[in-house]
């Protein structure tokens, strides 16, 4: 149980394109869901979180026009980079938690490579 | 406020040697402690985790954690190293009666030689 997926697992796009991933709960009900970036051989970066059905609390220095995090459902987020540049190229990962359990449940990850 | 330490960035240990994952934490209330494990590319795979109850906690794929309150650890263990559990490894810390947010640490790399 507790299976968090992420689609696509990996992207390479053009500069100035907008790129979606999707983050869902394949077993649960998430009612809180959570964006990270990882840069290389460095630890989480909490990008965003977000509830369901209500607007993500960005965390400070993230840009919430170029970051747009939508949470419509209990089991299904999306995070679009919008206009990507190379500097946004990194390891974007999601979380999910349900309401009541205290375990994140990660999803695979999803690597963005813009050229 | 909430934070966590991993003071070693590597560990490194021989395969059937026992290994520790060190991680102290710092919280103004009761500590819900977690440690993931991070394969190459790959997610956070959830390994283990304290809230209350006893201070040992037996997690997946033979790992346990010690919660130690007086010198508010909670390092990561195993009796037997193996190869494939060489991984990065992250601790972290969510205070119990603040935000449901929990704070990560900076993770340790885990090396098992053959």
């Known amino acids: 149980g507790a299976v968090v997926s992420q689609h696509p697992s990996w992207v390479i796009c053009k500069s100035g394109t907008s790129v979606k991933i999707e983050c869902r709960s394949l077993d649960f009900q998430a009612t809180t869901m959570f964006w990270y970036r990882q840069f290389p051989k460095q630890s989480l970066m909490l990008m965003a979180t977000s509830n369901e059905g209500s607007k993500a609390t960005y965390e400070q220095g993230v840009e919430k026009d170029k970051f747009l995090i939508n949470h419509a459902s209990l089991t299904l987020s999306t995070l679009t980079v919008t206009s990507a540049h190379p500097e946004d190229s990194s390891f974007y990962i999601c979380s999910a938690r349900e309401t009541g359990v205290e375990t994140q449940y990660f999803g695979p990850g999803t690597r963005l490579l813009v050229l | 406020a909430q934070s966590v330490a991993q003071p070693e960035d590597q560990v490194n240990v021989a395969e059937g040697n026992p290994l520790t994952v060190k991680c102290t934490y710092s919280v103004s209330g009761n500590p819900y402690l977690f440690w993931y494990v991070q394969y190459p590319n790959r997610g956070l795979q959830f390994l283990l985790k304290y809230i209350t109850g006893d201070n040992l906690v037996k997690g997946s794929y033979g790992f346990e954690a010690e919660f130690n309150k007086s010198q508010t650890s909670f390092h990561l263990k195993k009796p037997s190293a193996l190869v494939s559990d060489s991984a990065l490894y992250f601790c972290?810390?969510?205070?119990?009666?603040?935000?449901?947010?929990?704070?990560f640490g900076r993770g340790t790399s885990l090396i098992v030689h053959p």
């Open positions: 972290a810390v969510r205070d119990g009666g603040g935000s449901y947010i929990p704070t």
